[in-house]
């Protein structure tokens, strides 16, 4: 009995690191990417509960924060300040829509899925200026 308990503790600690690792990604806020001029890339990410993302300030002049309707049940929404990285612990599943406040109407905005997209038809629904409209059409519109 004192073998199986033993070797039932050792499975769970080997085991339990690799449950509770979370991720962190990067998206890097650009002036110029390859999805033309004033990006995140990439645009589109798709992340687990619980990991983070950190949105590197590349290039000057740029933020990131949620979008008004393009949030998750239960999401708290953030902004970052213009010109730092900013990092965002994910935790609610759903689509995250993100913008950069001075360059959202040229279309800098991107998605965040973290795990099942469970709100993707209220925030297809969001009427986003500009480019941004037609670049989320495009990022949702496989989903």
Do not use: W
């Not at 650009?30 to 590197?56: C, H, S, Y």
Request: charged content about 15%; overall charge positive.
């Amino acid at each position: 009995m004192k073998c199986k308990s033993l070797l039932l503790a050792t499975a769970l600690i080997i085991g339990l690191p690799g449950i509770a690792a979370a991720a962190n990604h990067e998206v890097k806020m650009l002036n110029k990417g390859a999805g033309g001029v004033m990006v995140f890339e990439p645009e589109l990410i798709r992340i687990a509960p619980g990991d983070t993302v950190t949105f590197k300030a590349t290039d000057p002049g740029h933020n990131v924060e949620t979008i008004n309707g393009m949030l998750p049940a239960g999401a708290q929404a953030f902004s970052g300040k213009t010109g730092q990285d900013t990092t965002i612990t994910f935790t609610a599943e759903g689509i995250y829509g993100v913008k950069c406040k001075p360059h959202y109407p040229m279309g800098m905005v991107a998605a965040i899925i973290v795990g099942k997209p469970a709100n993707l038809d209220s925030a297809k629904a969001v009427q986003n200026p500009g480019k941004a409209g037609k670049k989320f059409e495009t990022l949702l519109g496989g989903l």
